[in-house]
């Protein structure tokens, strides 16, 4: 009879911590992160590219990038970057083409990835100052 009861009450601990461990708190937002850049068109050799990245909660962050050829650049990798707004800038140097650029985001028990693109292009004309 104690045996059953023990068992019974495993159980029964067992179901609460799974359910337990299943609820995020109140209060608790799931990982989000954003990427952008100012223009969607860059003049090749013109003004540098600034991808604006944010994220709502303290991850670890890699940037990367595809380029026009197809290659991949990582601009940084596994970054503990604090919840807000930031920021990396590169040149708007060859190839030309489109690049789509790729934040993944990871906290402790989530990852989150979003991307943008943006054209580097020897057509723009750059005003002359």
Known sequence: MIKARLSAFAVLLLVLLILVS??????????DARIW???????????PVIIHFSVNKPAKLTL???IATGGTVTYFSN???NAGESSYTEPADSPTGTRTVTLTAVSTSETF????????SSNVVIPQR
């Open 22 to 31: 299943c609820v995020q708190p109140s209060g608790s937002a799931k990982l």
């Open 64 to 66: 990367t990038s595809v």
């Open 79 to 81: 970054v503990l970057y």
């Open 37 to 47: 850049t100012d223009n969607n068109v860059y003049g090749i050799n013109s003004s």
């Open 113 to 120: 990835s979003v991307s943008t693109t943006y054209t580097i």
